[in-house]
């Protein structure tokens, strides 16, 4: 037996109803999010509940845990509450195309304005030139006032990468020289050992006129370890910091 099809006048209700619902959900949607706080009325809220538990004494990682965020993202709300300051950031770190003149945003980690747009470096699809690489090194040279090393230029698809550069110059020494400046020598030694940290340590606060913090050390630099290498040797950042101190 076959099925007879609905006559027209009860498929027609039927789009009606479908219709109806929809927009019904669509309108509760944009209901839903006119209720819901913006984005700067949440941070400052987050902000203001981030002081409360620091002002109890919790560590951060508590607070984190209570406020369901990471450790860095209460770090951050605690150091700008209303978000003027990455605000301003993101305007120092905004940067001009070369071929096509549009605006470029900052790469991470180290912060440089991009070489080129993202229409752009869609169109060379993701082939990178000696002469990006070229740039890309002159234009983190003009930013951080140093000679780049290859730490600095982590993989990333938004620039060449230190392995990009290599391959384009047989090494990141000789890409620095093509850039027209001379490479640094790496001024850590191979292998640190709990004493060479302390002693990194204590020579840091001497040049800050303060111990370093944690994010201080996030990435190696001229005469210290990451703080990955110090929690990996001394379990904690602050366990190191302590020593040093103690051994003063």
Do not use: N
């Not at 905004?94 to 991470?108: E, F, K, L, M, Y």
């Not at 000696?130 to 040279?141: N, T």
């Not at 620095?176 to 292998?191: I, L, N, W």
């Amino acid at each position: 037996m076959t099925r007879r099809p609905y006559p027209s006048c009860r498929r027609s209700a039927l789009g009606v109803r479908r219709a109806r619902r929809a927009a019904a959900y669509r309108l509760l949607a944009v209901a839903r999010r006119r209720a819901q706080p913006s984005l700067g009325r949440r941070r400052h809220e987050t902000a203001t509940r981030i002081a409360s538990l620091r002002a109890e004494r919790l560590p951060w990682g508590d607070v984190a845990e209570r406020l369901a965020i990471a450790v860095s993202t209460a770090r951050e709300y605690h150091r700008d509450p209303d978000g003027q300051r990455a605000r301003e950031r993101r305007l120092r770190q905004r940067g001009s195309c070369p071929v096509c003149g549009g605006q470029t945003h900052a790469s991470a980690p180290a912060g440089a304005p991009l070489i080129h747009c993202a229409a752009c470096r869609r169109s060379a699809g993701g082939r990178w030139s000696a002469d990006d690489v070229v740039a890309s090194l002159r234009a983190f040279h003009g930013r951080h006032g140093r000679v780049p090393r290859a730490s600095d230029f982590a993989s990333s698809r938004a620039r060449p990468s230190a392995a990009v550069a290599a391959a384009r110059f047989g090494g990141f020494r000789a890409a620095v020289k093509a850039a027209g400046m001379e490479p640094v020598a790496s001024g850590r030694p191979a292998a640190w050992s709990s004493e060479s940290i302390v002693t990194a340590l204590r020579a840091d606060a001497a040049a800050r006129g303060h111990w370093p913090r944690e994010r201080d050390w996030r990435r190696a630099g001229e005469g210290h370890p990451s703080s990955t290498t110090v929690r990996r040797l001394f379990g904690a950042f602050r366990t190191a910091v302590a020593a040093a101190q103690d051994e003063r």
